[in-house]
């Protein structure tokens, strides 16, 4: 059962920063898939709280939010380069997810 911090964590810097550490751990160790590992690990605990916090629908657009900026990430990529590409849809992620399951008026209790 996780902890009552994780539960009240805000998800945004994990979301973001998951995303942005997924990329570093790719490109340092030259093995994309153990950065898969990292991807599917944060946006997983995010979505579990996600949905806790807004429901299963909110949830669901918000790992879709999360996929398409991981996906999003490699067509910017070149345009304007790898890290600022990572860096841009990780700040949209955050701002997503900070507007709809962190700020605290926007949370609501799924079963409550």
Same mark, same amino acid.
């Given at each position: 059962?996780?902890?009552r911090f994780?539960?009240d964590a805000? &998800?945004?810097?994990?979301?973001?920063g998951?995303?942005?550490? @997924?990329?570093a751990? $790719?490109?340092? &160790?030259?093995?994309r898939?153990l @950065? %898969?590992?990292?991807?599917?690990? %944060?946006? %997983?605990w995010c979505?579990?709280r996600?949905?806790?916090?807004v429901?299963g629908g909110?949830a669901?657009?918000?790992?879709?939010l999360?996929l398409a900026?991981?996906a999003?990430s490699h067509v910017?990529g070149?345009?304007?380069?790898a890290w600022?590409?990572?860096?841009l849809?990780?700040a949209v992620?955050?701002? @997503?997810?900070?507007a709809?399951?962190? $700020? @605290?008026p $926007?949370?609501?209790?799924a079963? $409550?």
């Open positions: 059962m996780p902890s994780a539960k805000p &998800t945004w810097p994990v979301a973001a998951s995303l942005a550490l @997924g990329f751990v $790719a490109q340092a &160790t030259g093995v898939p @950065g %898969g590992v990292v991807l599917a690990a %944060g946006c %997983g979505a579990l996600w949905r806790e916090r429901g909110r669901a657009g918000l790992v879709g999360y900026a991981f999003g910017l070149h345009a304007i380069g600022p590409s990572v860096a849809v990780s992620v955050a701002a @997503g997810t900070y709809v399951a962190d $700020a @605290g $926007a949370r609501r209790v079963n $409550a």
